[in-house]
């Protein structure tokens, strides 16, 4: 079982920045690949990027390639989103989420989800 706990969400003005965490607990963290969804009102949730159980592995949505940046540290059993120059259109509920196994784009193959944290961008 693996429960996370997604933080690090606000309210920011165009072009600003924040960086959202997610902490997982339990000691299998290191064979979960990671993920992070996002889903704005009315839209149905989408993939925004993922990193293997090593780090050595990444990937994003082509709205978020050179903005957004994906990471973990192990020790911390933590995952962290650097979300820069960011856009009103990047307003969402913003949920990590762990896959046992390798990465993924599809929030289908996703074992278990944090609660959301929400991200809102002032124009």
């Known amino acids: 079982q693996v429960q996370l706990v997604e933080s690090g969400g606000g309210l920011v003005q165009a072009g600003g920045s924040l960086r959202l965490s997610c902490a997982a607990s339990?000691?299998?963290?290191?064979?979960?690949?990671m993920g992070w969804f996002r889903q704005a009102p009315g839209k149905e949730r989408e993939f925004v990027a993922t990193i293997s159980w090593s780090g050595s592995s990444t990937a994003y949505t082509d709205s978020v390639k050179g903005r957004f940046t994906i990471s973990r540290d192990s020790a911390k059993n933590t995952v962290y989103l650097q979300m820069n120059s960011l856009k009103p259109e990047d307003t969402a509920v913003y949920y990590c989420?762990?896959?046992?196994?390798?990465?993924?784009?599809?929030?289908?193959?996703?074992?278990?989800w944090g609660q959301g944290t929400q991200v809102t961008v002032s124009s």
């Open positions: 339990g000691r299998t963290f290191r064979s979960y690949a």
């Open positions: 989420a762990a896959r046992y196994g390798t990465n993924s784009y599809v929030d289908g193959r996703y074992d278990y």
